[in-house]
């Protein structure tokens, strides 16, 4: 019987497609801790598109000075409000963690009530308890300064990315064109869906933010300096309205400082005189 042999090309060409996908493996895993400043300069490319195509090509704009004030305009909206927030976090902080005598007479107030409670009274609130809590907290420290770092790059491969995306955009796009192997009508069909999908989620989620943000910040300055007409005591009613103020007052917490550091402990032994 004869045997019928493979074609030499047949074999090149799936050892070909197999070194291709090897390869974008590996870059893919060794990039992977650049993959959120890709997609943000993906995100920041097609808002910016239409405008800046417009600019380019009809008013006969500059593109690299053009990408750079859209760069410069994605820093004051996006760089900007992270450098104020994590500027009014530190030093508020700082400030809650040298008062060591107020955080301890809340912590002992804490043991005496829940001592008094059935369900609360097993829970270990020693000294070396709280020593191991402490212990396990610092494990979190390096990852959270890791985290604070990746951001910052990322947030730099974004730009860089956006930039080169920008000057070059139509010659990508007739890349990307003729690499997807479909119809030019199902081209023009997922372009408007990844844009609409994009925009919706990248104009949609901050609005969303700072509407609840609004309705927040409104609540805390009708009810700010007189806890008893906010829902402070709403936890001293009922059982499941518990959960709900300590929301309240996690929330109170960190919008107001001055006035709402300390409510959520010295709430807590007014629950059983209710």
Sequence with gaps: MRIKQINNNSINQ?????????????IFKNLFYYLPGFLGAITLYILFRKSF???TEVRRGNKTLTS??????SIVFIVLPIWAIVDYLIPQITSFLSNTDQIVS?????????????????????????????QRFT???????NSVAEVGVNILVTFFVLYFMQVHGRKMEEFIIKAIPFSPRSKDEIWH????????????????GACQ?????LGYWIFDGHPNRSSIHCPCIRYHDHLYSIRHHYAGF??????HRYITLWSIPHWKYR
Excluded: C, H
Excluded at 14 to 26: E, K, P, S
Excluded at 110 to 131: G, H, R, V
Excluded at 193 to 208: F, H, K, Q, T, Y
């Design 53 to 55: 195509f417009y600019l």
């Design 213 to 217: 943000g609004v309705v927040a910040m």
């Design 139 to 145: 494990k979190y420290v390096p990852s959270i300064l």
């Design 254 to 259: 960190w919008t107001n400082w001055k006035w």
């Design 14 to 26: 799936i050892m070909l497609i197999l070194i291709i996908i090897l390869i974008g493996i590996i």
């Design 68 to 73: 750079i004030m859209f760069i410069l305009l």
């Design 106 to 134: 809340q912590f002992n107030l804490l043991k005496e009530y829940m001592a008094d409670k059935p369900f609360l009274k097993d829970i270990d609130m020693s000294d070396e308890a709280l020593l191991a809590m402490l």
């Design 193 to 208: 869906e990844v844009d609409s999908m994009v925009r919706s989620n990248a104009i949609g989620i901050p609005i969303l």
